[in-house]
């Protein structure tokens, strides 16, 4: 499974800070899209705490989710959708393509959230944030 939309912290310094990602989304039917499809991901992991926005706006904690959520492909944190509205972060080609494929269509996955994690893999994601 591939990630996008994890942010540096001391548990990982060399992830991306969102605030190096900004776009212009200049297609806003596009856009639209895009975050109902961030959004209808299938919950893949449940954690105990909520996320925070990383631009410190003043966004209600639960809007940033507590989930990371997957398309069967991908994983992103739940929050991600507010990345992309709010503050216009960019994501991988990679990803938008495969949202494209779908049609922006989520596909139903029932995945268990508190069952065992599957370690994931940051090269896109990481390949995207270093260019
Ligand atoms: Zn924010």
């Not at 109902?36 to 966004?59: E, H, I, K, M, P």
Request: proline letters at 6%; hydrophobic letters at 40%; aromatic letters at 14%.
């Amino acid at each position: 499974m591939k990630a996008l939309g994890y942010w540096t912290s001391h548990l990982d310094p060399s992830l991306p800070d969102p605030r190096t990602l900004r776009i212009e989304y200049s297609d806003l039917r596009f856009k639209q899209a895009l975050l109902g499809y961030l959004q209808a991901g299938n919950c893949y992991t449940q954690w105990r705490g909520l996320s925070y926005c990383r631009f410190a706006c003043d966004v209600e904690a639960p809007a940033m989710g507590s989930k990371c959520l997957s398309d069967g492909e991908w994983v992103w944190p739940e929050g991600l959708a507010h990345y992309v509205d709010v503050h216009s972060v960019g994501l991988p080609e990679e990803f938008l393509d495969a949202a494209r494929r779908r049609q922006f269509t989520m596909p139903a996955i029932a995945f268990d959230c508190n069952g065992p994690r599957a370690t994931l893999d940051y090269s896109i994601w990481r390949r995207f944030a270093a260019g």
